[in-house]
């Protein structure tokens, strides 16, 4: 049985290419134009992933709203939002609406299928017991599953976002070394401006302090980019 | 010319109020002129009336009755008596003082047409003057004799032998006698007249005539006699006759205006009474004179006060003075003359002119009153025209010097001041405030659009561009011959650049939000640099970079991140403006409470117009034909991540021209 996409975007010509390639990847797919016809379509069935503009007709930002009725409604839900501007994912990012991921419009539609594939690996991999442990990696206190596309520090959990994840992936694969922002972005699958990157990469190690406030393993290299830290 | 200056002048036109009040002046100086002469003019009138028909007083001679040729003259002829003179008439003139009697002439006046002269032939003449002085007649002859000849000493006057050349003088007496009295002299010096008188027997003797004398003195062509007659000797009548003889008892050649025969006296003495200037006097006040002179203009008596000062006294105040300075024309005559005929008692012919003059200080000094009065006024009103004026105009000239300071200092780094001075004022300076502010305002408004126009646009052409983006997304999934390909890359080259553009119209917007949200902390500047300059070595392999850092800790509390982002911006901007392996400098100073972080590069040196706008939003002068978007928002980028650090940004050229140095001073 296909996987439902539902595609929640204001944007009809937007909407009906995004649906196009999701069906041609052989996703069901449906599309809403704003809030109230999305929210009466998932009462009477949930997709499986869920993809949310931000500013839906006259509701600048209910794309927040539906996300939020949509977490009610299922704890497990991938949700991606996507935002017309950069600045917009600190805004998102900072409301914890429990999205797993955040993009920009600009970002191709190979990158986001392949995101939508990566969170749909994760959904199967979480439902999975115990998989195996061949992709785990440790670099003392962290522990990244690359699987599930989790981090622990210290056997806590740290919920980053999909980006957010690839991001830590890229820089603790290989502890010492430099990753440019370029590299952070094609770990990632985004393009973003430096002043975004430098924001996730802040958000990252408020997200790691969270946990533990003596945190430190992300470095930067003023000029260059960021490394891990053991 | 400055405002005040202007003003100034314009107060200067006040002036004129002086200036109107010295030509008012002076047509009331000339009205008062006028009724002084018209009062003069009465007065002289009046004295003149007086005098109407003395012909006693003006011509010191007996009532007309007395005279037998006036007896029988009509009374025209008695007219004709005064003004047609004979020509053997004598006419004195007033002298000033009474000449010594020396027989010399420098004592009397200088006056060539006072003379009288009187000739028979070449050889035998001489000249006459005379003149009055108090009550006395003088009397200079000058006698052109080539044989002078003294009477011969010792011997009887009377001697015919014995005589020289004599003078005979013949006048008629107060009663109308005719009298002869003779000059004689046996040798220079002084002379007494003599009268020939005839004894009970007929014998004649010589009488001294002592009221009659004079001095007799020699010359280089004659002789000359000085002599003194009272005129109470003397009537109407006056002559003289020159016996000259050239040997002692010869016959003389006799000449003069006497007869020669009887010594009838053949002309008049045209003198005034003595009277008649004490009758003057008694018309005289100071500051005035009256002269009597003959119809043909010889003055006769003459009384004089001029220089005796009228009651109030010349010594004007200074300033009055000098007002009169002003006043004055030069040359303007500061007497007033007024004339009246004198007539015979019928009122038919003019026996004489009375002259009076008065000295102008009378009306002058009513003049000098007024006129000090109106000058102090209207100069004093001049002054604090002038002053006020000239306050008002400082004010003014202040007013607009802000105004001016304030439109100057309305484009500042931080944006447009739309505050304005003067706004409050109700005046035309206020009008012209409000309107700068009003156009400070709408300007700010406009820049402020500017400023953010490049993020609104960057927002809107967003979602058509990933409409676009998607589109070809799909359509290199689909079934695209491949003649169509290039088309696609195309578009998608194409699409990219448009993103690109996008992210650069959105750079600025981007920094301000990073800045806004930017956490300060405290870090070593130095690292960061140093770390900095090690990526750009790599990133900009056809440059060269060198780092001149202090060698310890430069502590900066701040966000290194933009840091980086603002050198990111130089460098980018230093390697742009630089040749091919030419060498950039980044160079860090400490100052005082501040870092600053210099980077040189070699390159065209920045025009001078660009210096104070090279920090603004929007402003470029790349040279065209660059393949990447710019929107000059890189130093913009530079001013706004200085500005969060407390500092400020500034470019100028390297001193030997060769590159420009961009600084940028961060408080530390």
Redesign the interface.
């Known amino acids: 049985m296909k996987r439902l996409v539902a595609i929640v975007e204001d ?1 009809a ?2 909407r009906d ?2 649906a ?2 999701f069906t ?1 990847e052989g996703y069901a797919v449906r599309s809403y134009a704003n809030r109230a016809q999305a929210m009466s379509a998932f009462a009477a069935r949930l997709p499986d992933l869920a993809v949310i503009d931000i500013s839906l007709q006259d509701e600048p930002e209910g794309g927040y709203e539906l996300c939020r009725q949509l977490r009610a409604l299922s704890a497990e839900l991938p949700i991606i939002f996507l935002t ?4 917009e994912i ?1 805004a998102v990012s900072g409301l914890r609406l429990g999205a797993d991921d955040f993009l920009t ?2 970002l ?3 990158h986001l299928i392949a995101r939508v594939n990566a969170l749909f690996r994760r959904v199967d991999a979480l439902r999975k017991p115990a998989a195996g442990a061949g992709e785990l990696i440790r670099r003392g206190p962290l522990t990244l599953d690359a699987e599930r596309m989790q981090a622990q520090w210290d056997g806590q959990v740290v919920l980053l976002s999909l980006t957010e994840f690839w991001m830590v992936h890229a820089l603790a694969r290989h502890p010492g070394h430099v990753r440019s922002r370029q590299q952070l972005m094609d770990a990632a699958n985004v393009v973003l ?4 990157i ?2 996730h990469v ?1 958000r990252i190690r408020r997200k790691f302090q969270a946990v533990d406030p003596q945190f430190d393993a992300v470095q ?5 980019g960021y490394r891990w830290v053991e | 010319m400055s405002l005040r200056l202007k003003l100034l002048l314009l107060g200067l036109a006040t002036l004129v109020l002086p200036w109107a009040g010295c030509n008012y002046a002076r047509e009331m100086e000339s009205a008062l002129r006028a009724g002084e002469q018209t009062s003069l003019q009465a007065v002289s009138q009046t004295i003149a009336a007086s005098l109407q028909g003395r012909t006693d007083l003006l011509y010191h001679e007996a009532p007309l009755a007395a005279d037998p040729q006036a007896d029988a003259a009509p009374p025209d002829a008695v007219a004709a008596l005064a003004p047609a003179a004979g020509p053997y008439d004598l006419k004195p003139i007033a002298l000033a003082t009474a000449p010594p009697l020396d027989g010399y002439s420098e004592d009397w006046p200088r006056d060539p047409s006072a003379w009288a002269y009187f000739r028979k032939d070449a050889h035998h003449r001489f000249g006459i003057l005379s003149g009055v002085y108090e009550r006395m007649l003088y009397v200079l002859l000058e006698v052109h004799d080539e044989h002078p000849l003294f009477d011969a000493p010792g011997t009887n006057t009377l001697d015919p032998a014995t005589f020289g050349d004599r003078v005979w003088i013949g006048f008629a007496d107060p009663q109308g006698q005719e009298q002869q009295l003779f000059l004689a002299a046996t040798g220079p010096g002084a002379v007494t007249a003599r009268r020939i008188e005839t004894g009970e027997y007929g014998q004649r003797t010589a009488v001294l005539e002592p009221r009659v004398h004079g001095a007799w003195q020699s010359t280089h062509d004659g002789y000359r006699i000085e002599l003194r007659v009272p005129l109470s000797m003397l009537g109407s009548r006056f002559g003289v006759l020159v016996d000259d003889r050239d040997a002692r008892g010869a016959v003389p050649v006799s000449y003069g205006t006497l007869r020669s025969d009887d010594l009838h006296t053949l002309g008049r003495l045209i003198v005034a009474d003595p009277a008649l200037g004490s009758y003057l006097t008694q018309f005289l006040q100071p500051g005035l004179k009256l002269a009597v002179s003959t119809p043909d203009g010889r003055v006769l008596a003459r009384a004089d006060a001029l220089a005796q000062s009228t009651t109030l006294g010349t010594e004007a105040p200074l300033l009055a003075r000098l007002y009169r300075r002003f006043v004055d024309r030069p040359g303007e005559r500061q007497l007033l003359e007024s004339d009246a005929p004198i007539y015979d008692r019928d009122h038919a012919a003019v026996i004489g002119q009375l002259e009076v003059t008065q000295t102008a200080g009378r009306w002058v000094r009513l003049r000098d009153q007024a006129l000090t009065r109106m000058l102090n006024f209207t100069v004093s009103t001049s002054l604090v025209a002038v002053v006020v004026m000239f306050a008002f105009a400082a004010w003014l000239a202040l007013r607009l010097e802000r105004l001016r300071r304030a439109s100057e200092s309305a484009l500042t780094r931080a944006g447009i001041e739309t505050r304005f001075p003067e706004t409050e004022a109700r005046d035309e300076l206020g009008d012209v405030a409000r309107a700068f502010a009003t156009l400070l305002a709408r300007l700010n408004e406009y820049t402020g659009y500017l400023r953010t126009l490049a993020g609104k646009l960057a ?1 809107e052409i ?2 058509p ?3 676009v ?3 070809l ?2 359509l290199d ?1 689909e079934q695209v011959p491949e003649s169509a390909r290039a088309y696609l890359a195309r578009a998608r080259q194409g699409s990219e650049r448009l ?1 690109a553009i ?2 650069a119209m ?2 600025a ?3 301000e ?2 800045i806004g ?1 930017a ?1 300060r902390v405290d870090f070593d500047l130095v ?3 140093s ?6 070595r790599s990133a900009f392999p056809q440059r060269r970079f060198l780092g001149e850092l202090p060698a310890g800790p430069v502590m900066l509390h701040g966000a ?2 933009l ?3 603002m ?2 911006k130089l460098i980018d901007n230093a390697a742009d403006f630089s040749p091919a392996d030419g060498a950039i400098t980044v160079r860090l100073l400490l100052a005082a409470q501040a870092a600053v972080i210099e980077v040189d590069n070699p390159g065209p040196p920045l025009p001078p117009q660009l210096a104070g706008r090279l920090f603004e939003s929007l402003w470029q002068s790349r040279a065209d034909g660059d393949s990447r978007p710019h929107f000059g928002l890189g130093l913009y980028i530079v001013r706004l991540i200085a500005e969060f650090h407390g500092g400020a940004a500034a470019a100028g050229n390297l001193a030997d021209g060769s590159g420009v140095r961009i600084s940028v001073r961060l408080a530390r």
């Open positions: 944007e010509a937007i290419n995004y196009a390639a041609r017309a501007r950069d600045s600190d419009k600009d191709s539609l190979p401006d430096d002043n975004t430098t924001s802040k930067t290299v003023y000029g260059m | 927002h967003r979602t561009l990933t409409i983006r998607s589109s997304d799909n999934a993103n996008l992210l959105g750079a917007t981007r920094v939000e990073a949200s956490e690292p960061v640099l770390s900095a300059l090690g990526a750009y290194p991140d840091i980086v982002q050198l990111d």
